[in-house]
């Protein structure tokens, strides 16, 4: 069997996970094995948080929607409720963002849903 040097390809694969740990602190930025393992932490906490950001956006639009309904009157639950026994399918980012740019199309809403 032939002898294979693998040097070109040694240093292309180094240089590529180098270049994705552009930026990151101490040995894991000029180090080939600590740079590797940040990769991979860092790929396996993106994936994670991809989900955990659809969470962080429900929480924070039912909190916008509560604060709008407040004054009116009105619980997020109750409202949320209501919505669901008259058939009006609005997703809660649509109410969201209603409640806050649009006052009034808000309040239409909530005057159809009691």
Do not use: C
């Amino acid at each position: 069997m032939t002898r294979v040097k693998k040097g070109v390809n040694a240093l292309k694969s180094r240089r590529n996970i180098l270049r994705q740990v552009k930026g990151y602190r101490f040995a894991r930025s000029k180090k080939e094995r600590a740079a590797n393992e940040a990769i991979v932490h860092a790929g396996s906490y993106a994936f994670a948080h991809r989900r955990d950001k659809k969470n962080d956006f429900r929480k924070l639009w039912n909190v916008r929607i509560n604060a709008a309904l407040r004054p009116l009157g009105f619980s997020y639950s109750k409202f949320i409720g209501a919505l669901k026994k008259r058939n009006i399918a609005l997703d809660r980012k649509i109410l969201a963002t209603l409640a806050q740019e649009n006052p009034e199309t808000f309040k239409k809403i909530v005057e159809t849903a009691k």
